[in-house]
T-cell receptor
Framework: AQTVTQSQPEMSVQEAETVTLSCTYD???????LFWYKQPPSRQMILVIR??????QNATENRFSVNFQKAAKSFSLKISDSQLGDAAMYFC????????????FGTGTLLAVQP | DSGVTQTPKHLITATGQRVTLRCSPR?????VYWYQQSLDQGLQFLIQ???????AKGNILERFSAQQFPDLHSELNLSSLELGDSALYFC?????????????FGPGTRLTVT
C-alpha cells in the first residue's frame, strides 16, 4: 500500500523569506502523481502544484516549486517570497496513475508566516 | 470557487441518528469522491463513484453508504452516528475516473455528533 509521510507538523517563516516543506512517499508503482494542497483557515482544499512521476523536470507555479527526487521518493515544496496569505496547513498527496483516482494524503504541515 | 457544491455546510446531530450529505460535482465531471477529515484519522478517502457506478472503496465504515444519481450528484449517508464520526466531509469531482484529471474539492460539510 502506498503511504505519504510529512515529518514536520509545524513550520514558521518570516514574510518575504523562503521555506521548504518536506514529504516522502512509498510506492511500488511507476505511474503516479504527487500533489501539494493548501488548506487555509476556511478549510477549503486548494491545489497548489502537481508533479507527474514520469517528468524529470520539477514543477513550478509562480512562487511555488517542488524538488522531486524519484529515487529517494521525496517531494518537497519550496515557497519563495512568503506572504501572509500563505499561512495554512499544507498536505502532500499521492495518486496512482491507474483507473481510480483516489488521493492518499500525508498528515499535513501547519505553516505560520511571521510579519 | 471550485464549482463543487456541498450541502449543508454544518450539521449538528445526536448519537444514533442518520444524516445525508449532498454533493453536486462541477459541470461535466463524471467522477465523485468522498473524503473524511478528522483529528484522529487525518484526511482519508472513503469512496469513489463514476457515472453512477461505484469505482473504488477506501476506509468507509459499514454504517456509511453512498450513491451517485443519474444527474451525477452524490449523497453520503451516515447512520447510527457515533461521537467519532464528527469530522469534515469533503466531496471532490473530476472529469474521469483515472488518468491525469484533477480533483476539485467542495467546501466540505462539518458534521458534529453530540
Amino acid at each position: 500500500a502506498q503511504t505519504v509521510t510529512q515529518s514536520q507538523p509545524e513550520m514558521s517563516v518570516q514574510e518575504a523569506e523562503t521555506v521548504t516543506l518536506s514529504c516522502t512517499y512509498d510506492t511500488s508503482e511507476s505511474d503516479y502523481y504527487l500533489f501539494w494542497y493548501k488548506q487555509p483557515p476556511s478549510r477549503q482544499m486548494i491545489l497548489v502544484i502537481r508533479q507527474e512521476a514520469y517528468k524529470q523536470q520539477n514543477a513550478t507555479e509562480n512562487r511555488f516549486s517542488v524538488n522531486f527526487q524519484k529515487a529517494a521518493k521525496s517531494f518537497s515544496l519550496k515557497i519563495s517570497d512568503s506572504q501572509l496569505g500563505d499561512a495554512a496547513m499544507y498536505f502532500c498527496a499521492y495518486r496512482n496513475g491507474g483507473a481510480t483516482n483516489k488521493l492518499i494524503f500525508g498528515t499535513g504541515t501547519l505553516l505560520a508566516v511571521q510579519p | 470557487d471550485s464549482g463543487v457544491t456541498q450541502t449543508p455546510k454544518h450539521l449538528i446531530t445526536a448519537t444514533g441518528q442518520r444524516v445525508t450529505l449532498r454533493c453536486s460535482p462541477r459541470s461535466g465531471d463524471l467522477s465523485v469522491y468522498w473524503y473524511q477529515q478528522s483529528l484522529d484519522q487525518g484526511l482519508q478517502f472513503l469512496i469513489q463513484y463514476y457515472n453512477g457506478e461505484e469505482r473504488a472503496k477506501g476506509n468507509i465504515l459499514e454504517r456509511f453508504s453512498a450513491q451517485q444519481f443519474p444527474d451525477l450528484h452524490s449523497e453520503l449517508n451516515l447512520s447510527s452516528l457515533e461521537l467519532g464520526d464528527s469530522a469534515l466531509y469533503f466531496c471532490a469531482s473530476s472529469v474521469a475516473a483515472g488518468g491525469v484529471y484533477e480533483q476539485y474539492f467542495g467546501p466540505g460539510t462539518r458534521l458534529t455528533v453530540t
